[in-house]
């Protein structure tokens, strides 16, 4: 079994920043995706980054392309979502998730996922 935590959320003014983290226990090892999904208030869950194998490619939602970063830290196993030029409709729950096996932007895909950090942010 593999275990996410989720850290970093928190209240921010429009145009302003946070940073998630997602660090990963367990059988961490079979670990090849590290993603983020949000949950917005009344919408379904839906792909926020991604970042595989050794972190050389990420992929983002058009939404957030240009304004959030993901990276990774492989000895740490553990995934980190910088968040710039925030919106109010960026507000949400913050999922990590995470795969054994290559990228994919459906929700289904995701075998391990963390209770969630909580961004809202407000104008």
């Known amino acids: 079994q593999v275990q996410l935590v989720e850290s970093g959320g928190g209240l921010v003014q429009a145009g302003g920043s946070l940073r998630l983290s997602c660090a990963a226990s367990?059988?961490?090892?079979?670990?090849?995706?590290l993603a983020w999904f949000r949950r917005a208030p009344g919408k379904e869950r839906e792909f926020v980054a991604a970042?595989?194998?050794?972190?050389?490619?990420?992929f983002y939602s058009d939404s957030v392309k240009g304004r959030f970063t993901i990276s990774g830290d492989n000895a740490k196993i553990s995934s980190y979502l910088q968040m710039n030029s925030l919106k109010p409709e960026d507000t949400a729950i913050y999922y990590c998730?995470?795969?054994?096996?290559?990228?994919?932007?459906?929700?289904?895909?995701?075998?391990?996922w963390g209770e969630g950090t909580q961004v809202t942010v407000f104008s």
């Open positions: 998730a995470a795969r054994a096996f290559a990228f994919s932007s459906m929700e289904s895909h995701y075998n391990y």
């Open positions: 970042i595989s194998g050794s972190g050389v490619n990420t």
């Open positions: 367990g059988r961490a090892s079979s670990i090849y995706v």
